[in-house]
């Protein structure tokens, strides 16, 4: 989980570092994808509620393409009920 680290470290600063088109379309291209599993998002709510983007209770949505690591474009859009 070393790389998801990362990845959530850079996400931190990157919105006012890159602005939001550019910090968007790097955060989705970096995102773990092949690490997708429940641990990573327990760890993506903890971060969540950690920076005050959201609470228990709330709906986040969580986009991502099935199968995970085929190269395709998103197809799956989930609602998610942050849990911790």
Do not use: C
Request: hydrophobic share 45%; aromatic share 8%; glycine share 4%.
């Amino acid at each position: 989980m070393a790389y998801v680290e990362k990845y959530l470290a850079a996400a931190d600063t990157m919105w006012e570092e890159k602005g939001t088109q550019r910090a968007s379309t790097a955060l989705e291209y970096i995102f773990p994808k092949y690490l997708v599993s429940q641990e990573l998002i327990d760890r993506v709510e903890a971060t969540l509620i950690e920076r005050n983007l959201a609470v228990p209770g709330e709906n986040v949505l969580i986009t991502m393409a099935v199968p995970v690591g085929a190269g395709m474009q998103t197809n799956v859009l989930k609602i998610h009920q942050i849990q911790h």
